[in-house]
């Protein structure tokens, strides 16, 4: 019964600590993203209209 | 007798036969601004594989088009034999640029023209006008464009691997429509690959003619980042497309890797 607890609290605080995380992980994926899209701009850096 | 007579006439007619070079590409095959325009008949006479079919004596029928993709490229070969090969009357011998793995074709709501920019094409594959094109450097022009764009930029950014997988597949596809027509044919890179450590590309590559295929799995041999970095720069080009001197080094090298391995005939 007092693990169940246990465990239910420490759920609890992981979903509160992604939840603050997510800005910084949605920034940080951002970042990634956009340096490897400029990457393949620089590979293939042909424009067609 | 009967057998000699048989082959005599068949050799004959060989020889009756027009020679032809079949040239399947997007841009730098086009030999797209060696002049400064983005197409020009002097820029695909003096395209790479323009000057290959004048030292085979073969006819050029160059069939590249700006901006195409490899699913693109594969469509025009196959769209030009089904539609233009007459085997009684010629004797093809193909060449296939693959360009950068990342580029899309996908399906449009609409008929498109890009005919208008391969304005020189000595042949145009109209089943392009039923596709849009998603290139990394463009964000797209009109609504669909620029709806789909912008998720289909993640997808090449985040697919590397699967793209790559899948212009490999193109390259088997053509090689074997090629083989079974037994038609001869080479193959090279105008833009590299580059995931060659992975397992699913790994068990690919042997299937693919080696001696059919210049610099296969060569990334640094690719003809436009090769070039680039060996300091090529034509003043003419608004797009960075390579002028004379590299298509005229680039044809060398793939005649020397002819005359090895045989691929196109004289």
């Not at chain 1, 609290?9 to 992980?25: A, E």
């Not at chain 2, 020009?40 to 594989?49: E, L, Q």
């Not at chain 2, 789909?148 to 596809?173: D, G, R």
């Not at chain 2, 300091?231 to 390579?242: C, L, Q, R």
């Amino acid at each position: 019964m007092f693990k169940k607890i246990v465990n239910k609290i420490k759920s609890v605080f992981k979903k509160i600590s992604d939840f603050l995380k997510t800005p910084y992980i949605k920034y940080k994926r951002e970042k990634e993203y956009k340096k490897r899209l400029a990457e393949l701009k620089k590979r293939d850096p042909f424009i067609y209209k | 007798m009967q057998s000699q007579t048989i082959d005599i006439q068949q050799h004959n007619g060989e020889e009756m036969k027009e020679k032809i070079l079949l040239i399947a590409g997007c841009s730098h095959s086009a030999g797209s601004e060696i002049d400064g325009k983005e197409d020009s008949a002097a820029n695909r006479k003096n395209s790479f594989g323009g000057l290959i079919a004048k030292n085979l004596k073969r006819r050029p029928i160059n069939i590249s088009h700006v901006g195409a993709t490899n699913s693109g490229i594969a469509r025009q070969v196959i769209n030009w034999f089904e539609k233009e090969y007459d085997p009684e009357t010629m004797n093809v011998n193909v060449l296939v640029s693959w360009t950068e793995a990342t580029r899309l074709e996908v399906p449009s709501e609409r008929q498109r023209d890009y005919k208008t920019a391969s304005s020189h094409t000595d042949w145009y594959d109209e089943s392009a006008d039923h596709y849009f094109k998603v290139i990394i450097g463009w964000d797209g022009g009109d609504e669909e464009e620029l709806r789909n764009t912008p998720l289909l930029h993640k997808f090449m950014v985040e697919q590397q691997p699967y793209l790559e997988t899948y212009t490999y597949n193109l390259i088997l596809q053509i090689q074997y429509f090629l083989q079974s027509k037994k038609i001869d044919y080479m193959m090279c890179n105008t833009m590299p690959f580059f995931l060659d450590n992975l397992n699913a590309i790994k068990n690919i590559i042997p299937l693919v003619d080696e001696n059919k295929y210049y610099q296969l799995n060569n990334k640094d041999e690719a003809f436009f980042h090769k070039y680039r970095e060996l300091g090529y720069e034509n003043p003419k080009a608004k797009y960075w497309h390579h002028g004379k001197e590299p298509h005229s080094l680039y044809a060398d090298e793939l005649l020397s890797f002819n005359k090895v391995n045989k691929c196109l005939k004289k």
